[in-house]
């Protein structure tokens, strides 16, 4: 494993800030200079007031939308960059969607894990050159990282499977290829690697010489039969070095995985080292909603394997390692104190130590100003190059002020693993019903659990507060599922959702879908 970064700084240099400008400045001209000709950069109503800011007769930059060779765009990139900062609005899914029906060119298109209740969004992916794809080929390196000694080997979880196989048509109503709806994960690797969908019989034959299980494993759409294989290869791997995961939640079902399965193994399962004597590390998001496992699987690791975040990624875009890395997108940031509008943005080279910002990407698959919907917190800066230092908090919800709560309830309980909330109607007055697993037994003073739920949440959210005190909010209920239940929940949702993969279904920390509450509520052992 590579060695750790260093300390983050708490603030840049003048040399850094301007490198980090230099940096944006180059990647938003190559975004400008791929994108100008295609369809949603003329046509969108998202980018009217830049197309108009670029007319003819305004000045150099115009030239932009008259070049037909990219070779030949000559303006000044600062001119761009202003004019993109003054006239490019803040823009959502729905002002994409009209162009994506026309995929032309694409080597995948992502698809979001439609897990969370919402409907699955679709992004059209295209092949970059080397020096605009440094984030992703990074991820790509350290997610299969080196081992220690020529015989160490690497438990690599990613799905390789697909939704579906698209062929779109030229103006001839003729084929023009096939190409894979996956998620970005998914579609990463087979871009990076050459697999081509004709030759996955092929590829499912392929045994990667530091990983321990064959690539068969990852073309397993059940969940439980894909966890079952990977720990079953992994176990006789003595020299197992790295567990490399989407999200922690999933190795919390290998986990849960080896011990259901195999009883022989139960005696010495609290810790993994007795297992992997080499075991080092395991990366997998560990940040936001995916950081209440972590006492779960340190119970199980020891305290000397490391947890590290690998990436921070999405459909959208590969967001982070450890830290933005800007290279790849126009990554911007939304405080999220100020007004939802595009002027209070802010750049990689102004942003502060400890607040906490909405990510803004501009894509290199489409120019669009997109806001991504998922907070970060500037935990410091990068002193090699200054980049911010970023950790995941939460999507853009009142997610944290759930989490919290449950975070100071969670030793009356007994130690919850995972949770999620969904509104509970049962009684005449509304409440928040906490759905938990717990890592233990219940605890002994569980019964006051309900009423410190009650005045966490009072505490952080005056809007609960003054409900709660009318009368409109009532205290909330726990409701305790058995030990496993939301990695069978996660199967489930795999298994009936037409597509989603293995290794990225989250659990949302607000069930709103009916369908995935019913399922809950019916597996619920006991209301505290």
Request: aromatic share 8%; proline share 5%.
């Amino acid at each position: 494993m590579d060695s750790l970064p260093p300390a983050p700084i708490t603030s840049l240099t003048p040399e850094l800030a301007e490198q980090l400008r230099a940096c944006a400045l180059d990647v938003l001209s190559y975004l400008v200079k791929t994108n100008f000709a295609t369809t949603y950069f003329r046509e969108s109503d998202a980018l009217a007031r830049f197309r108009s800011a670029l007319r003819p007769g305004d000045g150099g930059v115009d030239r932009l939308l008259q070049q037909r060779d990219v070779d030949d765009v000559t303006c000044s990139v600062q001119e761009v960059f202003e004019v993109y900062h003054c006239n490019v609005g803040l823009s959502i899914y729905e002002d994409y969607l009209p162009f994506i029906s026309q995929p032309h060119g694409s080597c995948f298109i992502a698809h979001s894990s439609g897990t969370s209740g919402g409907a699955t969004k679709h992004f059209p992916k295209y092949r970059q050159p080397d020096h605009m794809s440094l984030s992703t080929s990074e991820a790509m390196r350290k997610s299969n990282p080196p081992t220690n000694n020529g015989g160490g080997k690497n438990c690599i979880m990613y799905s390789l499977g697909y939704r579906q196989v698209v062929a779109p048509l030229n103006e001839d109503g003729d084929v023009e290829g096939r190409i894979l709806v996956c998620l970005m994960t998914s579609g990463v690797i087979r871009v990076s690697n050459g697999m081509v969908v004709e030759r996955d019989a092929i590829h499912s034959t392929i045994k990667v010489p530091n990983c321990s299980s064959p690539l068969a494993v990852s073309f397993i759409q059940n969940y439980n039969s894909f966890l079952f294989m990977h720990a079953l290869f992994a176990l006789v791997e003595p020299k197992l070095e790295t567990i490399s995961t989407l999200f922690t939640t999933t190795c919390g079902d290998l986990c849960r995985a080896i011990h259901d399965q195999w009883d022989d193994f139960i005696h010495c399962i609290k810790t993994f080292r007795q297992i992997w004597p080499e075991l080092r590390v395991i990366l997998a998001t560990a940040s936001g909603p995916f950081s209440t496992v972590i006492p779960e699987i340190r119970d199980y690791i020891g305290p000397n394997v490391s947890l590290e975040t690998l990436t921070i990624a999405s459909s959208e875009a590969d967001l982070s390692l450890y830290k933005v890395v800007g290279s790849d997108d126009v990554i911007e940031f939304l405080p999220v104190d100020e007004p939802e509008e595009s002027r209070y943005l802010a750049q990689t080279w102004n942003v502060d130590q400890g607040k906490k910002y909405e990510v803004v990407l501009t894509t290199r698959d489409g120019f669009w100003r997109y806001r991504l919907g998922d907070v970060v917190e500037v935990v410091g800066f990068d002193p090699r190059d200054g980049q911010p230092v970023v950790r995941y908090v939460e999507v853009l919800t009142t997610e944290t002020q759930l989490r919290s709560a449950v975070d100071a309830t969670s030793d009356l309980l007994g130690g919850v693993s995972e949770f999620c909330v969904c509104p509970d109607y049962r009684e005449s007055v509304g409440r928040y019903a906490f759905i938990v697993e717990l890592q233990v037994n219940l605890g002994a003073n569980a019964a006051t659990a309900p009423s410190s739920l009650h005045a966490s949440l009072q505490n952080l959210n005056k809007n609960y507060r003054r409900d709660s005190l009318s009368g409109k909010i009532d205290v909330p209920v726990v409701r305790v599922l058995r030990p496993g239940t939301f990695g069978e929940f996660r199967e489930w949702k795999i298994r009936t959702s037409g597509g989603a993969a293995v290794g990225r279904v989250k659990v949302p920390v607000v069930v709103w879908d009916e369908g995935s509450r019913v399922w809950l509520e019916g597996r619920v052992v006991c209301d505290v």
